[in-house]
């Protein structure tokens, strides 16, 4: 916007403020609510975000009444001004701004309705993935319970309508996985923008297993069909088999008998005719063979299955014979060959089958070494399996043939003479016969020999192979198992850490339940390592027995690996990413009290946890709350305030709203303080102790007053105002009976329940408290006012006094019990004067009276109302009261009686007796008749002090890096004390110090007011330079024992001491030791002792300098008058006429108690002419102090009741001059 119309039309940058901030939060409201994902699927996740959601349009309908007074101001604007350029720009922000509201309302509308329909989608789509699971695991539970597969009839029949059943209800079942996966395909389709990941990996898991399923039900049935319909067959196959055994054994026993005939090796044709015959029995025989071997596998599955039944009998006797009829026939076939083949070449004939046998039985021997090495997977090893088993059925097949050739062999070598084969061998050269002889049976046996010791081996290492196979089956059998589980579990796992959200995007109170789930998936990630370690030494042991794995399997090992080390790093890092976001976040932490403060302010956290603020503007810290900071300026205000006990009280009243205290019950403070378990009194507290607390107290009020309780800035304001009065020094520590004193004292409840409360903290559990109890109770309270600067109106910060008065009023019993201490607070001793005080004001602050002030004219009176007892009909409002204003002919010493709540007419009768009273007596008995509205105790400086923990106050500055920024804390304890402050009290503690010098000695007294201060200041500085002094000297007699006592170790020859500062705590070698040990930790507590009783002189020190600075100004004021409404009053070092306590000489009533009030006719003064009057006061003032000058103040008590006097004679002269008018 131009700078011209800036300047021409002013309220223009009031509204562009406003527009602007609306604005922008418009905007970074619409950025929140695009950004805002929420996981697809997750209940919990999207009632969370619906709450969100809700809450943020009750923050926009809040709102809305600020948008309307934009629009109203806008439309102010424009009518007063007649520049067309401005109300041109003023109606398109206006506009803008319009539109911008209804779209940030229609997004949040849009968003709330779309995850109320997302809420309503997932759940129906969780209800049926949970029917889908329940479906499969029925599945795999009937496919699990099938083990093996049966070889009966009726097992298998009843196998196979199980498997038909259970296909059946795959098809119904089917329903509920479709209805799943299109529920899943709806919300992967309408809600694409949001974390779908959840839904999209849950579906794709339940289609994988119900397609696995499928695939595992065909695969059953086909193979329990196979297995019917082989068992059909096998009856059939078997008598069909052993009938062809029946005529192949009929036809081999005819080829035998021909075979035996005598001279039939002469009969070459009729040789031939028979070798022909058995050649085509031998085929039938081989191509019998594979008949053979399927029917003895089948028989033995299905007498395995048959168990020992009559059944199993039969068949074992029927399977029985068809063996050896097998056997006999191929035995017969063998031996019709060797007779056919025995003729004069016989031995060629057994030299050349040998031969072949060798040849083969190397083949095999080769084919054998070909299988190895076993396969690296589950199907590698069974096809080898199968291959091997093949090779099994030759050997056997083969056995025969080769048993029955060693046979021939054996009995051709054992039966031919010599001489036959002399004849039979014919050598290229001449042998003898004997030679040729033993060179063919030599051959012979030697080739047999080389058949029967390869066919043992080849049965050896087959049978060895076997064993290898099987092993590496079972455990191969045993891997594929534990891969399938591990990989199940880690794919469960990665599913639940793929539904995580961002850490950022959780809620802080989410963040310790998902901390405890991420905890739970750890210790199953945890659990998963036996299953590791299973499949890894499994894996091992297939190494070990020589078995390389595939590049498969050693893929899905290095991947399960993988995955479980991935699983077992992003838990850590969530869990280690969690626990930073709940310690910044988290309940415990203190992040969410950054938003207490706005910019350019920042919050920030010392080392101890102790808060602290930055300024980036003025690039300052300060320990105060910026809102804590103005709340203290507000309350200097208050400081025109005449009395103690009201300026206290108002000023607590006020910082009991700021802090929302005033809105907290009893019960509830009790309820919060419990649930945090705060029963050892005596505990300290850290920061983050009394955080919690807080926001449980202020968690309860938010519910029940959201619009008044701003749960960031009320914890941490009052988190400030704490450490303000208990912990000025910012240690970070705070004991919780200082604790429980702060809140409870400004909580809501009945006075005397507080007391009670207070009491039974520090009372013993036989229900007494002694004085240093209530000694403790007394500190912690009085630092309540003295944190304000108001500590002096209440007998000083030391407490000893009223602890004395407390027991004094219980005829100095060694212990109280909570009668007694009620009874002595329901006389408002002095120091606690406050808290009563602090009720009447709340009390008062709705109360309205249907009277009329005389001063100020107000009608009704507001607040507290003021009814003279010595005037008719004459009331004064709480504000000429507390300022001093008087009307015509009243005056301030006479009685007067405090409502808080309406008069009743009883009341008005009452009232109007005492006044009628009151007529008759004079002024002298109001002077000699004063009745204080507290009971009074002794100064601070009076008696001796009582023990106090030093530990309760803090003396020392804190050694820490903020020191550095804020080397002090409550800077507006001082400055809250008002510079007109009443000179009754400070005459008081002067008259008490003097007495409390102590000195008889005559001396000559100062001259003027100057002359006391600075005579008082002095002395006190002397009996600060004395107490040094003795320190001094008792610290140079110490050096000069210990050095002493050294040169007396050293001279008996002893390791030399070490030096005091290093001396450390050592068992004594000697008696004497042992008593110079102890002589020197009493100095040393002694010591102690001393600093600590000069710290509190100290601070008594502070507080009376003032005292008397304040009142220095008062006397050395120049004189001036005002006039407020119409009546004259004198300056402030005249006006301020308070009673000698905090409280106003006044009679109280709370509620429609009244007080009786004493008095006689009040004698009026004769008017005087002020300025005279004037100069005799000061004449009088100058005339009492001689001219004599000396350094010694002893008598002061006398010099200050003389200024006491010359005061009274002032006001006095003031009064009456009013009087007179």
Not at 79 to 95: F, G, H, L, P, V
Request: proline share 4%.
């Amino acid at each position: 916007m131009p700078s011209s119309l800036l300047l021409e039309v002013p309220a223009l940058a009031d509204f562009n403020r406003a527009w602007a901030e609306l604005t922008d939060w418009l905007s970074l409201l619409d950025r929140v609510i695009k950004s805002q994902r929420v996981m697809v699927g997750d209940l919990e996740d999207i009632n969370e975000m619906i709450i969100k959601q809700k809450a943020t349009l009750q923050d926009l309908d809040q709102r809305r009444p600020q948008l309307e007074e934009l629009i109203t101001a806008a439309q102010n604007l424009k009518n007063k001004t007649s520049n067309q350029e401005a109300r041109t720009i003023i109606t398109d922000r206006i506009e803008r701004l319009q539109n911008q509201w209804d779209e940030v309302q229609e997004h949040l509308q849009n968003r709330r309705q779309q995850l109320n329909e997302m809420l309503k989608d997932s759940t129906q789509w969780l209800e049926a993935k949970e029917e889908a699971e329940r479906v499969l695991g029925q599945a795999r539970a009937k496919l699990e319970s099938w083990k093996e597969t049966p070889y009966t009839m009726d097992a298998i029949q009843k196998k196979i309508t199980e498997t038909k059943q259970l296909a059946k209800d795959l098809r119904q079942w089917q329903i509920n996985v479709d209805v799943a996966n299109d529920l899943a395909l709806k919300l992967l389709r309408d809600y694409s923008s949001d974390d779908t990941r959840k839904v999209h990996m849950i579906t794709e898991n339940i289609n994988a297993s119900w397609a696995s399923i499928h695939k595992r039900v065909s695969e059953r049935e086909a193979a329990l069909e196979e297995t019917h319909r082989l068992l059909q067959q096998f009856p059939l196959d078997l008598e069909k088999f052993l009938a062809w055994l029946t005529e192949a054994e009929t036809t081999a026993n005819v080829l035998q008998d021909a075979t035996h005939k005598e001279r039939l090796l002469e009969d070459s044709k009729g040789v031939r005719e028979l070798m022909t015959q058995w050649q085509d029995l031998q085929g039938e025989i081989d191509a019998h063979t594979n008949i053979y071997h399927n029917l003895d596998e089948n028989g033995q599955k299905v007498l395995r299955s048959l168990e020992s039944s009559d059944d199993a009998a039969l068949l074992q006797r029927r399977l029985d014979n068809m063996n050896f009829k097998w056997s006999e026939l191929r035995k017969k076939s063998l031996n019709i060959r060797s007779h056919l083949e025995a003729s004069s070449d016989q031995w060629k004939r057994l030299h050349l089958s040998l031969q072949e046998l060798l040849v083969w039985l190397q083949l095999k021997d080769d084919e054998l070494s070909r299988q190895a090495p076993i396969g690296g997977d589950f199907p590698a090893v069974q096809k080898q399996n199968d291959v091997h088993r093949a090779f099994k059925r030759e050997l056997k097949t083969k056995e025969p043939v080769i048993m029955s050739t060693l046979e021939t062999v054996r009995i051709f070598l054992k039966e031919l003479p010599l001489e036959g084969l002399e004849k039979l061998y014919q050598e290229p050269r001449e042998l003898p016969p004997e030679e040729r002889a033993q060179n063919v049976t030599r051959l012979l046996r030697k080739q047999a020999e080389e058949v029967n010791a390869e066919w043992e081996k080849l049965n050896l290492r087959s049978a060895d192979w076997q064993r290898k196979i099987d092993e590496a089956l079972e455990r191969l059998q045993e891997l594929q198992e534990a891969t399938d589980e591990l990989d199940l579990k880690l794919r469960q796992a990665e599913v639940i850490k793929g539904s995580w959200q961002p850490v950022g995007d959780l809620l802080v109170d989410s963040l310790q339940d998902h901390l405890e789930k991420v905890k739970v998936l750890r210790g199953e990630i945890t659990a998963l390592k036996e299953n590791v370690n299973y499949v890894n030494d499994l894996a091992r042991q297939l190494t070990t027995l020589g078995i390389q794995l595939s590049p498969y399997n050693l893929s899905t090992l290095e991947d399960l690996n993988t995955r479980w080390r991935l699983l077992q790093v992003a838990v850590e890092d969530r869990i280690r990413q969690v626990h930073e976001a709940h310690r910044d976040f988290g309940p415990a932490s203190q992040h969410f009290l950054s938003s207490s403060v706005q910019g350019p302010w920042e919050r920030a956290i010392s080392p101890n946890k102790v808060p602290y603020y930055i300024n980036h503007e003025t690039q300052t810290t300060c320990w105060d709350h910026p809102k804590m900071t103005e709340l203290y300026q507000s309350l200097a205000d208050l400081n025109n305030v005449r009395f103690s006990a009201y300026r206290t009280a108002m000023k607590l009243r006020r910082l009991q709203k700021a802090l929302c205290l005033d809105l907290l019950s009893l019960s509830a403070a009790c309820d919060a303080l419990d649930q945090h378990n705060l029963k050892q009194n005596d505990q300290p507290m850290d920061i983050l102790q009394v955080i919690n607390c807080l926001t449980t107290i202020y968690d309860c009020l938010e519910q029940e007053h959201n619009n008044l309780v701003n749960v960031p800035l009320c914890v941490d304001m009052c988190l400030n105002w704490l450490l303000n009065v208990y912990d000025t020094g910012r240690t970070g520590r705070i004991r919780v009976l200082s604790f429980k004193t702060g809140i409870i004292s400004l909580c809501k409840a009945h006075l005397e329940d507080k007391y009670r409360y207070l009491f039974k903290q520090v009372a013993s559990s036989t229900g007494f408290c002694d004085q240093r109890r209530l000694g403790l109770l007394l500190h912690d309270s009085i630092q309540i006012p003295r944190q304000l600067g108001e500590v002096a109106s209440f007998g000083g910060s030391n407490i000893e006094p009223s602890v004395r008065s407390c027991f004094q009023f219980a005829n100095n019993k060694p212990e109280i019990e909570a009668a007694l201490f009620l009874d002595w607070m329901r006389l408002e001793p002095q120091s606690m004067v406050w808290l009563p005080v602090l009720h009447r004001v709340a009390a008062a602050e709705t109360a309205k009276h249907q009277a009329k002030c005389n001063i100020c004219k107000e009608c009704p009176i507001i607040g507290f109302r003021y009814r003279s007892l010595k005037h008719f009909n004459y009331d004064i409002c709480q504000s000429c009261f507390f300022s001093g204003r008087v009307a015509k002919g009243h005056k301030m010493h006479y009685p007067m009686v405090e409502y808080c709540t309406p008069t009743t007419s009883g009341e008005d009768v009452r009232d109007f007796a005492k006044v009628l009273k009151n007529k008759f007596r004079t002024k002298r008995y109001f002077a000699k008749h004063p009745r204080m509205g507290y009971l009074p105790v002794q100064t601070v400086l009076e008696g001796d002090n009582m023990e106090t923990p030093v530990t309760l106050i803090n003396f020392w500055p804190v050694d820490s890096a903020l020191a550095e920024m804020e080397n002090s804390n409550g800077s507006y304890l001082n400055d809250s004390i008002s510079p007109n402050e009443s000179i009754d009290d400070e005459h008081l503690l002067i008259q008490h110090y003097c007495q409390s010098l102590n000195q008889d000695s005559p001396l000559s007294q100062p001259r003027s007011p100057a002359q006391i201060l600075i005579s008082l200041e002095s002395e006190e500085r002397g009996e600060l330079e004395r107490i040094l002094a003795d320190l001094e000297e008792e610290n140079r007699n110490l050096q000069a024992e210990y050095d002493r006592l050294k040169q007396q170790h050293e001279h008996k020859g002893l390791s030399p001491l070490p030096s005091p500062p290093e001396m450390m705590p050592t068992s004594p070698q000697s008696p004497r030791d042992a008593e110079l040990i102890a002589e020197a930790k009493l100095l040393r507590q002694h010591k102690g002792r001393l600093e600590a009783r000069m710290q509190i002189l100290e601070d008594h020190n502070k507080q009376l300098e003032s005292q008397l600075n304040r009142l220095r100004q008062l006397l050395e004021q120049p004189q001036a008058e005002a006039k407020v409404n119409g009546t004259t009053v004198s300056s402030p070092s005249t006006s301020l006429q308070r009673s000698d306590s905090s409280q106003p000489m006044l009679l109280r009533v709370v509620g429609s108690q009244t007080s009786e009030s004493m008095g006689e006719e009040d004698l009026l003064s004769p008017p005087q002419d002020t300025s005279t009057g004037l100069e005799e006061v000061m004449e009088q003032l100058n005339n009492s102090f001689p001219s004599s000058r000396g350094h010694n103040v002893g008598s002061l008590f006398h010099l200050a009741d003389d200024v006491g006097r010359a005061m009274e004679s002032l006001v006095s002269v003031m009064t009456d001059e009013e009087g007179a008018e």
